[in-house]
């Protein structure tokens, strides 16, 4: 006889209990899945998908908005240069424009192991207070004598796109669930 699972709240009930006498696990997991597709749609799954929206939203944004950073810190910090004034130089636009793809990478791998084994809820808060940090660092870095501009843009790119890597297996999976 299998043994009744820990779980379930107000918001989501353990329909896996209901069918622990049951010894077929395909069978007790098929009339668990049927159970929840029967249960009323309701303000649980509008939160779920609004969030995983503002997920996505805020992930292309975050993505997409590098091009007018670039231009901007050409203006700024390159305004004096001999060659181009006012742009910033096609190297270093690349890599700011390709730190967050690689640090997506790591984090799709990374966050999506981890949520296996901690938890999908626990590490999409992760995610989402990563995102929001990098970001707003990202908005307050400036040049130092001891620090490249260049280098503080990609170093906090990077670890946003960690985050928003995280985001995309995260935010899929709880809006399907």
């Not at 329909?15 to 696990?25: L, Q």
């Not at 690689?102 to 938890?119: K, R, S």
């Not at 929001?132 to 501009?149: C, D, E, G, K, V």
């Amino acid at each position: 006889m299998a043994t009744k699972t820990s779980g379930g709240n107000a918001a989501f009930h353990n329909f896996h209990n209901d069918y622990a006498h049951i010894a077929d696990p395909n069978e007790r997991r098929r009339l668990a899945l049927a159970e929840i597709d029967k249960a009323p749609f309701g303000w649980y799954h509008i939160r779920a998908i609004v969030v995983a929206g503002i997920g996505f939203f805020t992930d292309a944004y975050d993505i997409f908005a590098v091009g007018l950073v670039t231009t901007m810190l050409g203006v700024v910090y390159w305004h004096d240069a001999t060659k181009n004034p006012g742009t910033i130089p096609s190297t270093s636009d690349t890599a700011i424009k390709v730190a967050t793809s690689g640090g997506t990478v790591i984090g799709q791998v990374g966050f999506g192991a981890l949520a296996d084994i901690v938890g999908r809820k626990r590490m999409y808060g992760l995610e989402l207070i990563l995102i929001i940090f990098t970001t707003l660092a990202q908005s307050l870095s400036s040049a130092s004598p001891s620090m490249n501009i260049v280098g503080l843009i990609i170093f906090w790119r990077v670890l946003m796109g960690i985050g928003i890597g995280g985001d995309y297996p995260l935010s899929s999976i709880i809006t399907s669930e």
